[in-house]
């Protein structure tokens, strides 16, 4: 086919699959990670099945698509981040189950063998931990007041989060999940004084 | 059948069920997550499929014994549980990272609706949350160096445990688990001064 097109059905094809993407998005804030199934979003978007594995041959595979999504829309420019608006994400999180916890429970199957899930997050974690290491390096120069270093910081920045998320999904009556990350970075941002470390 | 011999039967059902859990570690340890099956479990014990299947009627009903069998090992009487102890449980997690793959993979899949394993956890973060709130009011009094309480910071004690064993898990050659956890201690530990707090 000419150049045009194979240029406009590559569009129609990305359009396509950015529509299955939004339509997986509902269907995860309607029903859960359980609920969504290919079938549930193939029917939303008039799609057969069949149709829906030829834009996305797996749930992981498009459930991948639309964590990656997220990622994009969270997105800040690293120069404009700031820890406080850290907590502000947070508080947001808790106000979005859904997708918080197709993340968890993507994340956590992630770590089994030869799951297809497992590439984007250990690069979405490389990538997360040397974005917060910039942040905080940004807010507190080579060491923060509580004494680490940017780069020991951020792990233990992304693990309060991630930890905090599955604290609270299994019991969100008990667990304050945006007052907790709230002490967490309380605890990084303070001063230990001449008495600390 | 007569009272001793029901006795006698339970106790042998039960000797069987702590056979089968044992074997499941084994199995864990050497194949994985992914790779402890029923099917492999049964093989390991001499049992048929349907034969392990009366003691355990599912993947998730087995793998969660498995876990609790561990937390009992673990166990330390609260009055003999210090902060430091929790350091060398983490050295220790991380050299066995079949049974930590499947409580993060377990852990994952439980805040999903309905799963087998969602009481477990569930009752099992309020029960160390509990627990480590003790353990750090044992040790720092009401209130904690850095100005938390032991109620506030066990979630984040928690929660750095878990977040921490999936970033180890997905990328051990990038995460120092152990050191990131010590960073973590001294953070909560550490005196922020008449500046701080």
Redesign the interface.
């Given at each position: 086919m000419p150049y045009g097109d194979a240029m406009a059905a590559r569009t129609r094809s990305e359009e396509r699959r950015a529509e299955i993407v939004r339509a997986a998005l509902d269907v995860i804030a309607e029903r859960?990670?359980?609920?969504a199934s290919l079938a549930a979003v193939a029917e939303r978007v008039g799609l057969t099945q069949q149709g829906l594995l030829h834009h996305f041959p797996t749930k992981e595979a498009l459930l991948v698509a639309v964590l990656k999504e997220r990622d994009q829309w969270d997105a800040v420019p690293d120069s404009r981040w700031r820890a406080d608006l850290l907590a502000s994400l947070v508080e947001y999180n808790a106000m979005r189950p859904g997708i918080i916890?197709t993340f968890?429970?993507?994340?956590?199957?992630?770590?089994?063998?030869?799951h297809p899930a497992?590439e984007f997050?250990?690069e979405r974690?490389?990538t997360v931990?040397a974005s917060m290491a910039a942040v905080l390096r940004a807010e507190y120069g080579e060491r923060l007041p509580?004494?680490?270093t940017p780069e020991?910081?951020a792990?233990?920045l992304?693990?309060?989060?991630?930890?905090?998320q599955?604290?609270w999904?299994?019991?969100p009556e008990?667990?304050d999940m945006p007052?907790?990350f709230r002490?967490?970075l309380?605890?990084?941002g303070?001063?230990?004084?001449?008495?600390?470390?």
């Amino acid at each position: 086919m000419p150049y045009g097109d194979a240029m406009a059905a590559r569009t129609r094809s990305e359009e396509r699959r950015a529509e299955i993407v939004r339509a997986a998005l509902d269907v995860i804030a309607e029903r859960g990670y359980r609920g969504a199934s290919l079938a549930a979003v193939a029917e939303r978007v008039g799609l057969t099945q069949q149709g829906l594995l030829h834009h996305f041959p797996t749930k992981e595979a498009l459930l991948v698509a639309v964590l990656k999504e997220r990622d994009q829309w969270d997105a800040v420019p690293d120069s404009r981040w700031r820890a406080d608006l850290l907590a502000s994400l947070v508080e947001y999180n808790a106000m979005r189950p859904g997708i918080i916890q197709t993340f968890s429970a993507l994340l956590g199957e992630s770590v089994t063998e030869g799951h297809p899930a497992r590439e984007f997050f250990t690069e979405r974690y490389g990538t997360v931990r040397a974005s917060m290491a910039a942040v905080l390096r940004a807010e507190y120069g080579e060491r923060l007041p509580g004494g680490l270093t940017p780069e020991r910081a951020a792990p233990l920045l992304v693990a309060v989060m991630d930890g905090l998320q599955y604290q609270w999904l299994l019991d969100p009556e008990s667990v304050d999940m945006p007052a907790a990350f709230r002490d967490f970075l309380a605890l990084l941002g303070e001063d230990p004084g001449p008495g600390g470390a």
